[in-house]
């Protein structure tokens, strides 16, 4: 027999056979199988997300500081604009808008952005945060369930113990143990990734805004 055929079967086999014992958790692993659904969902939009807001920045803070020393205000808006996705762009191109503010009015029209847009990139971290929680415990709640239906059967055959029911009733009840501790350790991994990447991404925004603070204040003495 091919090589090739016969370990793409014994792969095929093995995956169906891994499914069927899954199945086997009942209906809080299909809970289970949502929760990691739409975890991945939201992890992978937060990471798109994040990979956008740091696109190019160096090649745009160039472009629009050489605006701003030409003071084409205007011109600096509509390149902001063209940003949505860039935190950094947004917050810039409030302060450029505002930039006949004294400073002391432009630093808490600044802050104010950065607000925003740190919650905008907080959106639906807790979420990821949730299921981490929660997906162990659902896990724990599906053992002690199957281990009630297994004494239930039990105790409904007059208190002889068969062996087989019993330890088939244990691994199939200890099943969604298993799929709620690996469904909440990879979100908690993810999580712990995403909120080191949003503090990076603030630490960023903070700094270049303070950049911008100074170009103003000599923009403005230059004046």
């Known amino acids: 027999m091919n090589p090739v055929f016969l370990a793409a079967t014994t792969e095929i086999a093995n995956k169906t056979n891994m499914l069927s014992i899954a199945a086997k958790g009942g209906f809080l692993m299909i809970v289970l199988l949502l929760i990691s659904f739409l975890g991945l969902i939201i992890i992978i939009e937060r990471l798109l997300k994040f990979r956008n807001a740091q696109k190019d920045e160096e090649e745009f803070r160039q472009e629009i500081y050489g605006y701003l020393n030409n003071r084409q205000y205007e011109k600096a808006i509509q390149v902001c604009e063209t940003r949505k996705n860039s935190p950094f762009a947004v917050v810039l191109g409030k302060a450029v808008e505002s930039i006949d503010k004294n400073i002391s009015e432009l630093k808490e ?60 009733g244990i691994w199939e009840a200890l099943i969604t143990t298993i799929g709620g501790l690996t469904v909440g350790i990879i979100m908690i991994l993810f999580y712990n990734y995403l909120v080191g990447k949003l503090e990076d991404l603030a630490q960023q925004l903070e700094e270049n805004s303070n950049e911008f603070i100074f170009s103003f204040r000599r923009i403005k003495d230059e004046n």
Not at 121 to 130: F, H, K, P, Q, S
Not at 152 to 162: A, H, L, Q, R, S
């Open 109 to 168: 029209i600044i802050e104010a952005a950065i607000k925003k847009e740190i919650h905008q990139l907080e959106r639906n971290l807790g979420t990821v945060a949730t299921f981490a929680a929660i997906a162990p415990l659902i896990g724990f709640l599906g053992t002690v369930t199957g281990m009630v239906k297994v004494f239930m059967k039990i105790g409904g055959t007059g208190g002889g113990v068969d062996i087989s029911l019993l330890a088939n």
